[in-house]
């Protein structure tokens, strides 16, 4: 039996516990994630992220699902990531990069009064090819399509922004019965590795409205990489102008997406919520 020291942080309300393993180890975090992740049994959260040293980087991050399933990339996530680099004194830089299993990611920090209070990403380049995606249809890019998924006739669009996402447009995304069509979603076999989904009402040319069904973690009340892929897929249907701020509402907050062709960046908070130890 031994003593683990974590950080409960979210952002958004997309809330992970998160590890400082600059100074500690830690043994099958599938399993842990499993574990603290249960909101009456655990310390509660959608996974764990472990922030680890880097070879090529200020710090890397590892996410673990609710479900124990490791994650290829989190947009919230990763802005706490960067806050907790930066407050702990770890990379303590406005300027950070920050390894991932998508590759390295550019962050720069706002702060008040010492502390990171929100952090600008830039997530790269949204990738429309499908089999990059991956989502089993031909063509150049699926955006604006009608095809049969999730047990019925959809018109969707696919973008990975180091995870895979189908993107939905229609009314009011709080209406849905969103437990009965997000597994539909995650589990059709035209995405051979799942796929997050959002639901996303068109407010105006700046705004939206999303809800997501992530995989490996269900509902949450946001998604980063979700904000980042609803915000592309606006602008290649025409609902939003490529290089101009879009605002996404999401059940926990906003976010600030901007997309060209070059690359997605995404601003938001990043909050601390509190520290504590566990036995494991």
């Known amino acids: ?4 020291k974590f950080t409960k942080m979210h952002g958004c309300g997309n809330d992970y516990v998160y590890f400082d393993c600059f100074s500690q180890n830690i043994e099958d975090p599938e399993a842990l994630s499993i574990r603290l992740s249960d909101r009456h049994k655990g310390v509660g959260g959608d996974g764990i992220i472990m922030v680890c040293p880097s070879d090529i980087a200020d710090g890397r991050m590892r996410i673990f699902n609710a479900d124990g399933s490791e994650a290829m990339m989190c947009g919230n996530g990763i802005r706490c990531v960067a806050k907790f680099l930066y407050d702990t004194g770890l990379a303590h830089k406005k300027h950070l990069e920050i390894d991932t299993l998508s590759g390295v990611k550019y962050c720069d920090i706002i702060e008040k009064n010492g502390e990171a209070v929100a952090v600008t990403v830039d997530m790269g380049r949204a990738e429309l090819v499908p089999g990059r995606i991956p989502v089993s249809l031909p063509g150049e890019r699926i955006v ?14 696919c973008v990975s922004m180091g995870n895979p996402h189908c993107v939905l447009f229609g009314g009011d995304p709080m209406e849905l019965d969103l437990e009965t069509v997000g597994p539909r979603f995650e589990k059709d076999p035209i995405f051979p590795q799942g796929v997050n989904t959002e639901f996303i009402e068109v407010i105006d040319s700046h705004t939206l409205k999303m809800r997501v069904w992530e995989r490996g973690s269900g509902e949450t009340m946001a998604c980063g990489t979700g904000a980042c892929a609803a ?38 908070e990043a909050v601390k919520v509190f520290d504590g130890e566990i036995e494991v």
């Open 231 to 268: 915000a592309v897929a606006a602008c290649l249907n025409g609902y939003c102008k490529m290089g101009e701020d879009i605002t996404v509402h999401l059940r926990g907050g906003d976010l600030v997406i901007n997309y060209t062709d070059e690359r997605v960046r995404m601003t938001g």
């Open 1 to 4: 039996m031994g003593t683990l």
């Open 144 to 157: 604006g399509e009608t095809v049969s998924v999730a047990g019925g006739e959809y018109e969707v669009t």
